[in-house]
Nanobody, 120 residues
Framework: QVQLVESGGGSVQPGGSLRLSCAAS????????MGWYRQAPGKQRELVAH???????NYADSVKGRFTISRDNAKNTVDLQMNSLKPEDTAVYYC??????????????WGQGTQVTVSS
């Protein structure tokens, strides 16, 4: 089992910045992907960014150039630095860890979610 604890959400004006952090504990295998998803009211959950254990990153087109994902493998943490925030970034943000065993079984874990509100 893996437990994820998120922090750092809140309210900010357009153009502002927030930093989300997620700490993972439990059985995380060396093959893993850590990431952030978001879900706005009435919309499906969508990928914001993810980073694999080797450091390769992937971003949604809507956040490229504004958000930066990073991880600390020693601490099993993943952060999301969000700059130039827009009202359309308003959503509940969820930390996600997908970890794969040596036999190829992948387990998916989710945090409880943290609200990000961008409004003037």
């Amino acid at each position: 089992q893996v437990q994820l604890v998120e922090s750092g959400g809140g309210s900010v004006q357009p153009g502002g910045s927030l930093r989300l952090s997620c700490a993972a504990s439990g059985s995380i295998f060396s093959r893993n992907v850590m990431g952030w998803y978001r879900q706005a009211p009435g919309k499906q959950r969508e990928l914001v960014a993810h980073i694999i254990s080797g450091g390769t990153t992937n971003y949604a087109d809507s956040v490229k150039g504004r958000f930066t994902i990073s991880r600390d493998n020693a601490k099993n943490t993943v952060d999301l630095q969000m700059n130039s925030l827009k009202p359309e970034d308003t959503a509940v943000y969820y930390c996600n860890v997908a970890t794969t065993t040596a036999r190829g079984t992948t387990y998916n874990y989710w945090g409880q979610g943290t609200q990000v509100t961008v409004s003037s």
